[in-house]
């Protein structure tokens, strides 16, 4: 174990997991690249868990930043003006959909989904929460109340009644044999049946990552989310929509994830991306619902100067060199590249994606059952070949893949291959 390893298990939580056998300390990056403390070079199909959206040491984001410290002021709190944060939060709200949007702006995911629970509860005045099987939410106690994936519910304790709905659970008995129309049909069924005999009326919210993330990028047919939000509009209860991995076209045919749906939410929470690595978060939420709240509030980082100056420029960086675009290609080579690799592989289960946020599961090859212990030898497989990619998954067997939205072709071409000869090596170990 390494000197650096064995201190940070001496002081570091053992639930902060670490990825790979030895782990790895990152030191230096540029583009798709990092290199890690013995100076190997690695590409990077994860991204920091898709938080370098723009990959590392992107000029326009890096003298944004600059230019921001070399004020002297770095933190002001929100008890005054912060040009950058006006200005990004405009940008949001034109973006978001929403009319009359307003922004909150936070340091976390986390906080973001606390910020939108706390607004749709004190809206209906209603503590009662739909979410899916399988979400993942965030670390707080409010998030982890509405997180249906076990492995990362660490309390038991919730300030919400929460009923779990179906949507990214397809592969059930109960549904393996329906088609896209007929699981709709079957959740929405479900959801009327929820809502009828299992709730006390009065819903507040139903919060959803339209592409589930720690789940292991599962998602529902396109259009499930916007039949779910129909029906429960009839009674007034609003529409979350949790874009921390989802937003910023990063699925490549939408800008938000939910648009796949065909519905604009009342509320999106965002995080991850937005600063290509600096902290920030936040909720864009109708102005009513906004301004809604009975107490005073604030955030003390939350919008500071220069977490907002770098948001702002990675927005604009996206914008302006329409990196959805870019996703919606370069997602569709790879996948389909992916497909192909996987088809004679017995030990590959379902390959899925939108854009460049694509999975594979990994399964025992003779039951077809999950195999957390196989996605783990792929992991270090691809490290060995030089590509850094995430895992997750209701059983810890989903290959994660998110490169940086700047993606070249060649190093998307260069990642699959580096992709397909790892799953080919596993593969040819376990069917052995
Ligand atoms: C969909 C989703 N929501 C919320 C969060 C929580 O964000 P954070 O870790 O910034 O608190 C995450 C983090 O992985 C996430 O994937």
């Known amino acids: ?82 040009r950058s ?11 978001s959909g929403i009319s009359d949007a307003k922004v909150f702006f936070t340091n976390s995911g986390t906080e973001a989904n606390e910020t939108a629970l706390m607004l749709a509860t004190a809206a209906r005045r209603s503590n009662q929460v739909l979410a899916l099987r399988n979400s993942y939410h965030g670390r707080s106690f409010g998030a982890v109340a509405i997180t249906g994936n076990g492995a990362w519910k660490s309390s038991p304790l919730a300030p919400f009644s929460v009923h779990y709905l179906h949507g990214t659970d397809r592969q059930l008995p109960a549904f393996a044999s329906l088609d896209d129309a007929g699981y ?7 959801l009327r049946h929820v809502l009828k005999t299992a709730t006390a009326g009065d819903v507040a919210c ?52 939910i648009s796949a749906h065909g519905v604009v939410p009342d ?20 102005g009513d619902l906004m301004d809604g709240l009975p107490g005073n509030g604030i955030s003390t980082f939350g919008g500071n100067p220069l977490s907002t100056a770098a948001a702002s420029a990675t927005l604009d960086y996206v914008l302006a060199h329409d990196l959805q675009r870019n996703a919606a290609d370069l997602g ?82 260069e990642g699959l291959g580096i992709l397909a000869d790892s799953l080919r090596a596993v593969d040819a170990a376990a069917t052995r």
């Open 1 to 82: 174990m390494s000197e650096l390893h064995e201190r940070h298990r001496r002081v570091i939580p053992n639930w902060v997991a670490l990825y790979y056998q030895e782990p790895l300390e990152l030191v230096s990056g540029s583009g798709s690249r990092v290199t890690d403390a013995t100076g190997r070079t690695y590409l990077d199909f994860f991204c920091g868990i898709l938080t370098n959206m723009l990959g590392y040491d992107v000029p326009e984001v890096r003298e944004a930043t600059a230019r921001q410290i070399g004020t002297g002021v770095v933190h002001t709190s929100t008890l005054y003006l912060i």
């Open 184 to 190: 709709t049909a079957a959740c929405v069924a479900d």
């Open 332 to 413: 569709a080579v790879i996948i389909s590249g992916l497909r192909e690799a996987a088809a004679p592989l017995a030990s590959v289960g379902e390959v899925r994606g939108k854009g460049l946020m694509f999975a594979v599961d990994l399964v025992d090859p003779s039951t077809g059952a999950p195999s957390p212990a196989l996605a783990t030898k792929v992991l270090e497989e691809t490290r060995e070949r030089g590509l850094l990619i995430g895992k997750g998954g209701l059983y810890g067997h989903a290959l994660r893949m998110a490169p940086p939205m700047t993606l070249t072709e060649a190093d998307a071409k």
């Open 206 to 257: 139903l919060i959803a990552e339209p592409v589930q993330g720690v789940g292991g990028f599962t998602m529902p047919p396109d259009g499930l989310l916007g039949e779910y939000a129909a029906v429960l509009r009839e009674q007034g209860a609003l529409i979350i929509s949790d874009e921390v991995q989802t937003a910023w076209g990063r699925t490549g045919e939408h800008f938000w994830g």
């Open 85 to 95: 944060q006006v200005e990004l939060a405009e940008k949001l709200a034109r973006l």
């Open 267 to 286: 509320i999106i929470t965002f995080a991850k991306g937005l600063g290509n690595g600096l902290a920030i978060g936040g909720v864009i939420a109708r």
